[in-house]
């Protein structure tokens, strides 16, 4: 049985679905079945128990690893393979680092599958997006400054993921490069704005991990382009 761990070092290329959006049944099936490593299920608003709860449902019908990103307690649903836990480093508030982590703990200590959770040093750099308006994050970091967020998480604390947001569009070629220079143990995730095969070619040069959201709810075909354009890097 491999560890989270193990499972995340596989993965080139997830697909993020939002429940608080709608996918038909043919559109989950393609996405479930295009050859992409995961499915992460997560959303910054309008996450519920029953909207996870039945996106994961439908997901399971198919043979793919599926995480959920945990965004709101509420929102929680068991029988997911992996919890992917964010911590905001470019926040000045400490709800969105540890806050609500330390409250979740207090309440579920005895309820969490420990083995399957894996901490993701967030760095949220798209002013626009909602995750930054949430979070209150400082995302006008020069790219020494998003270094050394990759820096503290890699280094300071050894966290197994950073993840370079820049959800709704697409990042900073020369920020991209600083926090990929920054980052060695942990793994390097990037999502925002991948709206095609190139897009995801000139990501996954920089990343180890690229995470293809919105996409996937506005042009299927090129969503799907993305795998492809992923995947023939390694070979
Ligand atoms: C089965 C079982 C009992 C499991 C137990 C799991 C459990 C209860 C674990 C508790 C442990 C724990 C530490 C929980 C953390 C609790 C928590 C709510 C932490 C806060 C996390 C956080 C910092 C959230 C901020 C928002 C964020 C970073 C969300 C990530 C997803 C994201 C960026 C989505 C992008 O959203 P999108 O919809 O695309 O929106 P925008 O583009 O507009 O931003
Ligand atoms: O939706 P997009 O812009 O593809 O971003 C993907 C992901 O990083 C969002 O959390
Ligand atoms: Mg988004």
Known sequence: MNTARQMIETWQHVFKLD????????????VCQSGTNAILVGGSSGLTYDNTAELLERISRYKITCALEVSDLAAVVPGFDLYLIPMVLNTPDPAWIVGQ?????????????WESLIAEGYIVLNEHSTVARVTHAETSLTPEAAAACGHIADKLMSLPVVYLEYSGRFGDLETMAAVREAVGHARLFYGGGIAGAEDAARAAGLADTIIVG????????????????????SV
Do not use: W
């Open 214 to 233: 919105n996409i996937v709810y506005q042009d299927l075909d090129r969503a799907l382009s993305t795998v492809g354009a992923v995947k023939a890097r």
């Open 19 to 30: 429940p608080d959006r709608t996918i038909g049944e043919r559109e989950l099936e393609a």
């Open 101 to 113: 982590h330390r409250a979740a703990i207090e309440r579920y200590a005895d309820f969490i599958p």
